[in-house]
C-alpha cells in the first residue's frame, strides 16, 4: 500500500483566517488524490477530487472558493480552508488512489481543524 | 455505487474470529466490495477487496457469496487494536477514479 502524510495533524485558527493543510505521497506518484472532511460521530463525506495539473473536481454543496485545493505535483495536494468559521471545525483527511486496477485508496492520517 | 447495509455495532472476544457481514443485494457485475477501517481519531485503513473470488491477506479474509449480494470480512484472531469502525463499500471501476462514499459503518468492540 501507499504511506501518506498529513501536515498539520492539529490546527487551531481564529474565526476568519486561512488555513492550509498538506497531503504527501511519500512512496509512489499520486496523479489523484482526494480530500473528505468528517464531523463528530459521522462517516467520512468526500469533499473533491484533486488531480495533477489540472483543476480540483468539488463535490455538490461543496464552495470551491472556500476549500482551495492546488495539487501541483504528483507527490503533494494542498487544501486551503479560507476565512475559517466555527461550522468548518473537522477531521479533514486526504487519500491518494491506488495503483493496482481497482483503485483502492489509502488515506492520511488526518488533520484536525478547530476554528475559535 | 451498490448500497451497503451493515450492522451499527458488534462485540467479539480477544482472540476469537471476528466476522462482519455486509448486504449488496443491488451489487453489479463490474462492481467491486472494500473493506476499510478508521480506528477513533485515525484516517481510514485499507483492508481488503475482491469482486466475486473469496481474498486473503495478512489482515484478513473476505467471503463473497456466490450471487455477490453480500459479504463477510473475517478477522481470524481479533485483538483489543482491532476495535474500530469497519466499512464496506461497493463501486464499480468502470468510472475510474472516483471518490469513496462511507456510510455508517460497523463498530467492533474486542472484549478483553
Known amino acids: 500500500g501507499a504511506v501518506v502524510s498529513q501536515h498539520p495533524s492539529r490546527v487551531i485558527c481564529k474565526s476568519g483566517t486561512s488555513v492550509k493543510i498538506e497531503c504527501r505521497s511519500l512512496?509512489?506518484?499520486?496523479?489523484?488524490m482526494f480530500w473528505y472532511r468528517q464531523f463528530p460521530k459521522k462517516s467520512l463525506m468526500l469533499m473533491a477530487t484533486?488531480?495533477?495539473?489540472?483543476?480540483?473536481?468539488?463535490e455538490q454543496g461543496v464552495e470551491k472558493d472556500k476549500f482551495l485545493i492546488n495539487h501541483a505535483s504528483l507527490t503533494l495536494s494542498t487544501l486551503t480552508v479560507t476565512s475559517a468559521h466555527p461550522e468548518d471545525s473537522s477531521f479533514y483527511i486526504c487519500?491518494?488512489?491506488?495503483?493496482?486496477?481497482?483503485?483502492?485508496?489509502?488515506f492520511g492520517p488526518g488533520t484536525r481543524l478547530t476554528v475559535t | 455505487d451498490a448500497k451497503t447495509t451493515q450492522p451499527p455495532s458488534m462485540d467479539c472476544a480477544e482472540g476469537r474470529a471476528a466476522n462482519l457481514p455486509c448486504n449488496h443485494s443491488?451489487?453489479?457485475?463490474?462492481?467491486?466490495v472494500y473493506w476499510y477501517r478508521q480506528i477513533h481519531s485515525q484516517g481510514p485503513q485499507y483492508i481488503i477487496h475482491?469482486?466475486?473470488n473469496n481474498e486473503t491477506n495478512e489482515m484478513a479474509s473476505l467471503i463473497i457469496t456466490e450471487d455477490r449480494k453480500s459479504s463477510t470480512l473475517i478477522l481470524p484472531h481479533a485483538t483489543l487494536r482491532d476495535t474500530a469502525v469497519y466499512y464496506c463499500?461497493?463501486?464499480?471501476?468502470?468510472?475510474?477514479?472516483?471518490?469513496?462514499?462511507f456510510g455508517k459503518g460497523t463498530h467492533l468492540i474486542i472484549q478483553p
Open positions: 487519500s491518494v488512489m491506488g495503483q493496482g486496477i481497482s483503485y483502492e485508496q489509502y
Open positions: 512512496d509512489f506518484q499520486a496523479t489523484t
Open positions: 484533486s488531480n495533477e495539473g489540472s483543476k480540483a473536481t468539488y
Open positions: 443491488t451489487i453489479s457485475g463490474n462492481e467491486y
Open positions: 475482491g469482486l466475486k
Open positions: 463499500i461497493v463501486r464499480g471501476t468502470g468510472g475510474g477514479a472516483d471518490g469513496l462514499t
